[in-house]
Every structure is written in structure tokens, then in C-alpha cells.
């Protein structure tokens, strides 16, 4: 078991019990405890837990996205969705007939169906949300990607999905993250699978753009899996903070 994902079942053991002893967790993962106390520290420093004497307990996690407090993606949909078609209908100026593209799972990269749908384009996605969505009249073609099914994300993700993307170049990909801070310049998931996916994404792509809704800044994930630098652009509905990375478009008030 790789590191990230002994973290994950870490997180989840002290989300269920409210605590657990390094010695408990020593004898699940059949590790050392310096192993261990090496877990604990990160998951620390990050901000999800608290060190205690003989083990951690949960922290507050109100401003950091994880697995435990991510909300189902139909109950997203709806949720800030004047910025997330402000920024879709901006990034898709990029997009031409006869692009390969790659969209993302979530919910910020839906209402990119109302500004493609006239395209002659391919798409490729793991966003299964996104097929109940394209209109009927859509002129390009979509490809969805297998993998590992998430009923509440309704979206793919995993060892074959990732298989799969390497299989193909993209001109343009448009991703999603569920945190981002420009201080740090880092871009973060809580997801390791997902997270993963869109590394291989990055790799693959001649393009990437990073699509954001401003509740997204100064959220700390579970994964960072990019840095802010590796994107061609990063479109957000609105911003007025310091710190803002050369490649930001501010999409409020622009129109296509």
C-alpha cells in the first residue's frame, strides 16, 4: 500500500472511532512505528489531525477538502453555478472544430455543454454526469472512459481509467480541483485516485486549463496534485486577492 492511501485509511479509522493508537495502527498496516509516527505528522502538518500521546484524533475540518466533507456532486450542481458557467463559457473560446479535449469530473466543467455543443470535436471524459447533459443536437463525439465507479461523484477513476488516458493526446484538457491557494501555488484534491488521473491528464495534454469557482480559493486538500505554474491559464469567475499567479483570467464581466 503506497503512502497516500494508507493516509486515507487512516483518516478514515480516526473519523469513525474519533481516535486511534499508533499501536493499532501499526498492527493494521503491518509497519514500523516510525512509519507511522512519519503518517501522523504529515496528516499533522497538513491540518487534518491532532498528534496526541499514543495515537491522533480528527481535527476541524471545516476549511479543508476531503473525502469526509465533500458533498455528493448532484448536490453540488447547483451550488455557485452563475460563476461556473461564467468560467466554462470563457474557457471554451479556446476550444475549435477539430480539438481533442479531455473534461474533467465535477461539476464546474458541466456547463461547458451549452458553449461545445456546436463544435465538431472530441471529447473525452470520466464524467458520466456530463453525458446526462449533452445536448441532443451536440455535433462532436464523446468518449467516456472506464475505471472504478463512484456513485456519488458519478465519475470514473482509478488504475484503468488511467491506463485508458495514456492512450490519448489531448490539445486542450480542462480540469477541476477542489482547493487551490495561490500563496502556496498549489492545487489540490481529496481524492488519490482522481488525483492521479489528472496528473496522467497534465502529461498528456498540450494544453491544460485549470476551471475554478472563487469558493475553491484558500482551500487545503488531501492531494496536491499540480502546481498553479503548470496550467496555460486558470479561469475563476472573480478575484480580489493578492497573490494572483500570472496565468489567472478573471472571467466576471467578460463576455464571449
Given at each position: 500500500?503506497?503512502?497516500?492511501?494508507?493516509?486515507?485509511?487512516?483518516?478514515?479509522?480516526?473519523?469513525?472511532?474519533?481516535?486511534?493508537?499508533?499501536?493499532?495502527?501499526?498492527?493494521?498496516?503491518?509497519?514500523?512505528?516510525?512509519?507511522?509516527?512519519?503518517?501522523?505528522?504529515?496528516?499533522?502538518?497538513?491540518?487534518?489531525?491532532?498528534?496526541?500521546?499514543?495515537?491522533?484524533?480528527?481535527?476541524?475540518?471545516?476549511?479543508?477538502?476531503?473525502?469526509?466533507?465533500?458533498?455528493?456532486?448532484?448536490?453540488?450542481?447547483?451550488?455557485?453555478?452563475?460563476?461556473?458557467?461564467?468560467?466554462?463559457?470563457?474557457?471554451?473560446?479556446?476550444?475549435?472544430?477539430?480539438?481533442?479535449?479531455?473534461?474533467?469530473?465535477?461539476?464546474?466543467?458541466?456547463?461547458?455543454?451549452?458553449?461545445?455543443?456546436?463544435?465538431?470535436?472530441?471529447?473525452?471524459?470520466?464524467?458520466?454526469?456530463?453525458?446526462?447533459?449533452?445536448?441532443?443536437?451536440?455535433?462532436?463525439?464523446?468518449?467516456?472512459?472506464?475505471?472504478?465507479?463512484?456513485?456519488?461523484?458519478?465519475?470514473?477513476?482509478?488504475?484503468?481509467?488511467?491506463?485508458?488516458?495514456?492512450?490519448?493526446?489531448?490539445?486542450?484538457?480542462?480540469?477541476?480541483?477542489?482547493?487551490?491557494?495561490?500563496?502556496?501555488?498549489?492545487?489540490?484534491?481529496?481524492?488519490v485516485a482522481y488525483?492521479?488521473?489528472?496528473?496522467?491528464?497534465?502529461?498528456?495534454?498540450?494544453?491544460?486549463?485549470?476551471?475554478?469557482?472563487?469558493?475553491?480559493?484558500?482551500?487545503?486538500?488531501?492531494?496536491?496534485?499540480?502546481?498553479?505554474?503548470?496550467?496555460d491559464n486558470i479561469?475563476?469567475?472573480?478575484?480580489?486577492?493578492?497573490?494572483?499567479?500570472?496565468?489567472?483570467?478573471?472571467?466576471?464581466?467578460?463576455?464571449?
Open positions: 500500500m503506497i503512502t497516500e492511501e494508507r493516509k486515507v485509511r487512516i483518516m478514515e479509522l480516526i473519523r469513525k472511532n474519533g481516535f486511534v493508537s499508533v499501536r493499532e495502527l501499526m498492527k493494521l498496516f503491518g509497519i514500523s512505528r516510525s512509519s507511522i509516527m512519519r503518517d501522523l505528522k504529515e496528516l499533522d502538518q497538513q491540518g487534518f489531525i491532532y498528534r496526541k500521546h499514543g495515537g491522533a484524533s480528527l481535527k476541524n475540518t471545516s476549511d479543508l477538502m476531503s473525502r469526509f466533507n465533500e458533498p455528493a456532486v448532484r448536490e453540488k450542481e447547483m451550488i455557485n453555478s452563475e460563476a461556473k458557467r461564467m468560467v466554462c463559457r470563457k474557457a471554451s473560446e479556446l476550444v475549435t472544430d477539430g480539438n481533442n479535449i479531455y473534461i474533467d469530473s465535477g461539476t464546474t466543467v458541466l456547463w461547458m455543454r451549452e458553449y461545445l455543443k456546436d463544435k465538431q470535436i472530441n471529447i473525452v471524459t470520466p464524467n458520466a454526469l456530463l453525458l446526462t447533459k449533452i445536448p441532443e443536437n451536440f455535433k462532436g463525439n464523446i468518449i467516456l472512459l472506464g475505471g472504478d465507479y463512484s456513485i456519488p461523484l458519478e465519475s470514473v477513476s482509478g488504475m484503468i481509467t488511467s491506463g485508458m488516458l495514456e492512450n490519448y493526446s489531448f490539445d486542450y484538457s480542462f480540469l477541476t480541483a477542489n482547493g487551490t491557494d495561490f500563496t502556496r501555488g498549489e492545487v489540490y484534491g481529496y481524492n488525483s492521479n488521473n489528472k496528473k496522467t491528464v497534465l502529461q498528456r495534454s498540450s494544453k491544460a486549463e485549470l476551471l475554478i469557482d472563487s469558493s475553491k480559493l484558500q482551500l487545503t486538500g488531501f492531494c496536491k496534485w499540480a502546481d498553479i505554474r503548470e496550467f479561469f475563476i469567475d472573480e478575484y480580489t486577492g493578492e497573490n494572483a499567479p500570472d496565468n489567472l483570467v478573471i472571467c466576471k464581466g467578460k463576455e464571449v
